[in-house]
């Protein structure tokens, strides 16, 4: 069961050991990308801007239209809190203070074989992130927290989903930040981690094109390695295929 759309192509192993280190190599220079535009980019994102005095500051200033961002952030917050979180649907206010520290995570999601629900591999792509305000709680310990993996602690649930709530509330009133993450040429769009109740998050692409090889492919990678976790890949021919939307833009 998987419903992410992503290409399948057959390799071997000897091109399976080649374009591994390839997309590692890739993957690397597109964090360091990633990471440097973040931080420019941090001054344009301070919540404050948008929730004014709904945020606990140093500086507490009326924000013009503030009350309408504030509630649609609860609403959205009252709509995911109670499963798989277990915590209750208001929000105590002034909210905790939100770091104005922009974080890329990568985008994880869980593989199944055929129409089994069990042993999930965990993918990860090297393409896609998780863009959110840094918190004391990232995903992959929110994740431990509702698989029992991990206690669960109140206080640092809340606070992650909020992080991730602020920003999809904070880029719909700020549609020309879209804009100028477009031209830098990542694709900007909203999904639902369904792992997590269903909690909305801003997803960033580049446009390098990632594949998959088939399950049985995939199953016995993770075999050899003991672990249940594979990594999109990136096929030598994305580089040179890999569109310009600044160019198809004047074209049209």
């Known amino acids: 069961m998987n419903n992410e759309e992503i290409a399948r192509k057959s390799l071997d192993s000897q091109e399976f050991l080649k374009l591994r280190q390839a997309t590692e190599k890739i993957a690397n220079a597109l964090n360091k990308r990633l990471k440097g535009h973040l931080t420019v980019l941090r001054p344009l994102f301070t919540p404050r801007k948008l929730f004014g005095t709904y945020i606990k500051s140093a500086v507490m200033q009326e924000v013009p239209g503030s ?33 104005n520290q922009l974080e890329g995570t990568h985008l994880e999601y869980s593989l199944y074989s055929g129409d089994s629900t069990e042993k999930a591999t965990r993918i990860t792509s090297p393409t ?45 009133h700020y549609p020309a930040l879209t ?44 075999q050899l390695s003991g672990i249940p976790a594979f990594q999109e890949i990136v096929g030598l021919e994305a580089v040179e295929n890999m569109p310009d939307p600044l160019r198809e833009s004047l074209s049209a």
């Open 179 to 222: 804009q100028l993450i477009e031209d830098l040429r990542y694709k900007v769009e909203t999904r639902d981690l369904t792992d997590l109740g269903g909690l909305p998050v801003m997803v960033l692409k580049s446009p390098l094109e990632t594949f998959l090889p088939p399950d049985d492919f995939i199953l016995q990678v993770t």
């Open 67 to 99: 009350e309408k961002a504030f509630a649609e952030l609860q609403e959205r917050y009252a709509a995911v809190c109670e499963k798989p979180f277990g915590l209750p649907k208001k929000l105590h206010l002034p909210l905790p203070p939100i770091s």
């Open 128 to 172: 896609r992130w998780i863009l959110s305000y840094r918190g004391e709680c990232p995903l992959n310990r929110l994740r431990a927290m509702v698989s029992g993996a991990e206690s669960g602690q109140p206080d640092d649930m809340r606070q992650a989903i909020i992080d991730h709530l602020a920003m999809v509330v904070f880029l719909k």
